[in-house]
Each structure stands twice: as C-alpha cells, then as structure tokens.
C-alpha cells in the first residue's frame, strides 16, 4: 500500500512500481473508460464493479471473477496518487483522498501479471452550495439545544455537497455590513486560517473544519457572534434606517471549493444601539 503525492509524469510514476511492464503503461492512457459521474456512487465497465466515495475515501469493488494483483489511481495531471494490493481471496480496495487532493478526473489502472486488465476513469470534483441562512434570535427551533442568550447572535447556515469529491469548510465567514463581520472591523478572524468560526455543539468549541462527501448536507452554526450589536465595531442601529449587504463565505479544502452568497441587509431605526429589527434578504 502506497501513496506518493509527487508530481512526475504518469509513464515515470507507474514505472516506479516495478510491477508495470510497457503494456500496463499503455493501460494508462487506454480509452477503455466509463463516463466520468457527478454521484457518489459509479458503475464502470471491465473488472470494475463499482466505484464509491464514501466520506473521504475512495473505495473501488473489483469483480470477483477478476483476477487483479494491484490498482492503481492516476491523478488528472497523469501522476500517480497511489497503488493498493489487491489481497487473495478479496475484491476490494481503497484511497483514502482527504481533502487536499486536486479536483478532476481520477484513472483507476487494474495490473495482473504486468498487463493492464482495464481502466476507468471517476470524477472527483466537489460543489459546495449554501443552501439557506438564518439568525439564531429569529429561528431557535433551527439553532443546537443552547440557551436565548447563546444562540441569539449566531447564525445557521445549511451547506450541501453536490459533488462527487469529499470536501472540508474550514471558516465560515460573514463580511461587509453584518453587525458583527469577521473582518477587521469586527472579530478580525476572516485573515487567521486557524480561526475557523464554525462552532460545533457537540463538543460545545469551535471545530475546525466541517467534512462534507458527496451529496452530503449538513447545518454549520457560526461560533463568533456575527449579528451581535457592539459597540465601535462593524455596524450598530442608529435613530435612522441603515441598508447594506453581507457576504457570506465558505473557505474550504479544496481551495477551489469555496463560495460565497451575498445578502442585503436593512437595520431598523432605533434609538438603542442593539434594539434596532434586522432584515435579510439574499440577492
């Protein structure tokens, strides 16, 4: 079982392995291929039964009828991400991806004997999409089990995976005119990567990272108190309308995975600084 993340070409990258002869070489390159699928689940063709994301993990069903010494999976740059025996008597194996991988097409090679059994080719490109927000002190059915006071400042955000690769929201960030933003103007985290806003009530502290597979769909709690009203920071109510926006965004693993939605925002008039009735609406 072995990984090498190192970016060589994908003829050097078999070689190394010592089991590839020129024929299997030419495997990698074969267009003996299925259709790359944006689900979590693929049937390819040949000694491949299925392909399956499941969490991070890459897990790839054999035939059992194939007779297979080893699989390898290609990156789309045609290096190698790594090879697994294939033990005797079984007819699965597994990559764990993580969520650094790059996002593209991944070339599974099957190798007996030094000839290429078959190919197939899975799509792994994740698409996080936010789904809906809301404030804690207007939705605490849709808050964790916290008091009033807790939850009233935070917010919910309903997050769905709709691709086909595993990936990790690492901050959750809230920029521009909410009350309380994330930037320098309010709890200034939006430029520490280890900060990631996100709070997770099970183990009541901020979490760092949330994972998401492939059409998974979870709700992320905010840990900073975006729509918190303080004074000298972000924007307080004041005796006169105020309208803005908000953006709300998503750092994630793979770097190309982050979104962002962009909201409008109303602030009441009030005399107070924090008793002023927020509006959001997303654009």
């Not at 697994?84 to 099957?110: I, K, M």
């Not at 000839?115 to 792994?124: A, E, K, N, P, Y």
């Not at 927000?133 to 917010?155: F, L, S, V």
């Not at 303080?230 to 979104?259: K, N, R």
Request: with cysteine; net charge negative.
């Amino acid at each position: 079982m072995t990984d090498n993340p190192a970016s060589i070409d994908r003829r050097s990258a078999l070689q190394a392995f010592g089991s590839l002869t020129l024929a299997a070489l030419a495997g990698c390159t074969s267009t003996q291929t299925s259709e790359p699928s944006s689900s979590s689940t693929t049937t390819p063709v040949g000694p491949f039964a299925s392909l399956n994301v499941q969490g991070t993990t890459l897990v790839v069903e054999l035939e059992s009828s194939a007779d297979i010494e080893h699989v390898n999976l290609v990156k789309p740059n045609g290096s190698l991400f790594g090879t697994r025996d294939v033990a005797q008597g079984t007819s699965r194996v597994s990559f764990d991806l993580g969520t650094t991988y790059t996002p593209g097409d991944y070339e599974l090679v099957a190798v007996n004997d030094d000839q290429t059994i078959g190919t197939t080719t899975r799509s792994l490109r994740p698409d996080l999409q936010i789904i809906e927000m809301g404030i804690g002190r207007k939705n605490p059915k849709r808050m964790w089990n916290g008091t009033e006071r807790e939850i009233a400042d935070e917010a919910y955000v309903v997050v769905e995976n709709r691709g086909s690769g595993p990936v990790s929201v690492t901050q959750l960030l809230f920029l521009g005119m909410a009350p309380y933003p994330s930037g320098e103007d309010g709890t200034g985290y939006a430029d520490d990567s280890d900060v990631s806003g996100i709070y997770d009530p099970q183990s009541d502290s901020e979490a760092s990272k949330v994972t998401f597979g492939p059409r998974d769909q979870k709700t992320l709690y905010s840990s900073r108190s975006p729509f918190a009203f303080v004074p000298g920071s972000g924007t307080t109510c004041t005796e006169s309308v105020q309208q803005g926006t908000f953006t709300l965004s998503l750092e994630a693993a793979p770097d190309a995975s982050s979104v962002s939605k962009t909201y409008d925002i109303r602030y009441s008039a009030a005399e107070k600084f924090n008793n002023c009735t927020l509006m959001v609406r997303r654009q």
